[in-house]
């Protein structure tokens, strides 16, 4: 949904949710004109970088999950621990962010953002020297906790900066990075993470313990120098960030506060849809991750790196969902694109449950086209007519990310029971729950 003058609330997947504000507003809140604004040009450029940096953190997870299952002779439910540890730190590390964002502007959460990020990149490193599972985590936990520091700013500023008329056309190319860089994660975790060869877990337990010690070893050290390059690069952005002008932020206090809090949650479609919001986050998020364990389990033969580009097919599809959406919202109202959508995603995650094989792995991977709407979709209806309270709203939806971390884990925990076709029915579950708050949102509209 775009407009051309609005504030902007900030989310995990690098989308934006819209109260819309006149021009004059903007102009008046923000201090400048368009041409005054051309000056921050570079600082739109280094927040453009930002959505990309990101995207390739959040889908590089999807490989460690691969890696580690095999590196560390992990169930499903322990790689679970991979996306527990990321999401908490966006939980946890939101609300700071967000108060350091406004007590303190744009370039200083920035440049903590990217030193937090840069740092849980370079821990990776005697992470690997120890080869020990739970450092790699909390290096994890330290990046997340960067990222929701990113995250919680870029948005807002790339609305900002300029002249208010394009803040649509700046957010558009600046989500446009986001994808991009969730494609550059997986295709970094191919190519420089996962082996070229194949191990399953029973050729690992018949090696002779010195050469499964020395295979182990090495499987853990093939992620310390794509992480050691990435933390440099981080780093040389924060660096960047030190020397580029940013406006000053200006937080309007109207609605704010806990008693923002208890009042938005008096409606029913908002807490509504922190429920759906937490379900879809869920199934995105676990449906990515055990994206490669299900391909190996389903087609014989299949290694990690293999795999991987049925991931990255997911991804593309992803992101071309989300410019066939945004077409389709022209003629067709939200809440009912987003019922179809969750629908189909359902049963083409059911067909993966129960049929399995190639056309299990392939509804799979399209089932990626058919959630690519619903997050910015449930953001934007349950924001809908909260008017000053839109920025409480805001917020607990984005806590509803959490959902990552602990669906995420339920269908690792069903996985070690009964199978991962069978945990598949976790993010068949949470779809409907998305339906449902989607017949509500049709009602109430």
């Not at 890696?67 to 939980?91: K, M, N, P």
């Not at 962010?97 to 200083?108: E, F, L, P």
């Not at 990149?121 to 520091?149: K, T």
């Not at 002008?245 to 206090?253: C, I, Y």
């Amino acid at each position: 949904m775009f407009i051309s003058t609005a504030r902007w609330a900030a989310t995990p997947a690098g989308n934006a949710v819209v109260a819309d504000k006149s021009d004059a507003a903007v102009e008046e809140e923000c201090g400048m004109k368009g041409e005054q604004a051309r000056g921050f040009r570079p600082a739109i450029i280094l927040t453009v970088v930002l959505f990309f940096l990101w995207g390739m953190a959040n889908n590089l997870n999807d490989i460690l999950i691969a890696q580690f299952r095999r590196a560390f002779s992990l169930s499903d439910f322990e790689t679970s621990f991979v996306q527990q540890a990321f999401y908490i730190g966006y939980f946890v590390f939101a609300i700071p962010a967000a108060i350091v964002a406004r007590k303190r502007g744009y370039k200083t959460a920035i440049v903590i953002g990217l030193t937090l990020y840069g740092i849980g990149a370079l821990l990776f490193y005697p992470a690997g020297h120890y080869g020990e599972y739970r450092y790699f985590l909390a290096a994890l936990f330290v990046i997340a906790s960067g990222l929701a520091f990113l995250e919680t700013t870029a948005n807002p500023l790339i609305a900002e900066l300029g002249d208010p008329a394009g803040a649509a056309r700046r957010l558009t190319l600046a989500q446009a990075a986001n994808p991009v860089g969730t494609v550059a994660g997986v295709l970094i975790g191919k190519y420089f993470i996962l082996s070229e060869l194949g191990h399953d877990p029973a050729q690992i337990a018949v090696m002779a313990p010195a050469a499964r010690t020395a295979l182990l070893r090495e499987e853990v050290a093939a992620v310390q120098l794509p992480y050691l390059a990435i933390g440099l690069v981080v780093l040389a952005v924060a660096v960047a960030a030190l020397l580029v002008r940013f406006p000053r932020h200006r937080d309007e206090a109207e609605g704010a506060g806990l008693a923002g809090v208890a009042s938005v949650l008096r409606q029913p479609v908002l807490r509504f849809a922190v429920i759906a919001q937490f379900f879809y986050v869920g199934a995105q998020v676990g449906l990515w991750s055990y994206t490669i364990r299900y391909a190996q389990a389903n087609v014989a033969g299949m290694i990690e790196r293999s795999a991987a580009d049925y991931l990255f097919a997911s991804l593309v599809l992803f992101g071309i969902g989300r410019f066939v959406g945004s077409a389709l919202m022209a003629r067709i109202a939200s809440a009912t694109l987003l019922a179809v959508f969750a629908t189909v995603a359902a049963l083409l995650t059911l067909v993966a449950a129960f049929v399995g094989g190639e056309p299990g792995l392939w509804a799979l991977v399209a089932a990626s086209f058919f959630m690519s709407v619903q997050f910015p979709t449930i953001f934007a209806l349950g924001l809908r007519g909260l008017g000053p309270l839109a920025q409480s709203g805001a917020s607990l939806i984005v806590m509803a990310i959490i959902g990552g971390a602990v669906l995420t884990g339920a269908m690792g925990r069903v996985s070690d029971l009964a199978g991962i076709n069978m945990a598949l029915l976790v993010p068949v579950l949470s779809f409907a729950v998305v339906l449902s708050f989607a017949r509500m949102a049709a009602r109430r509209a």
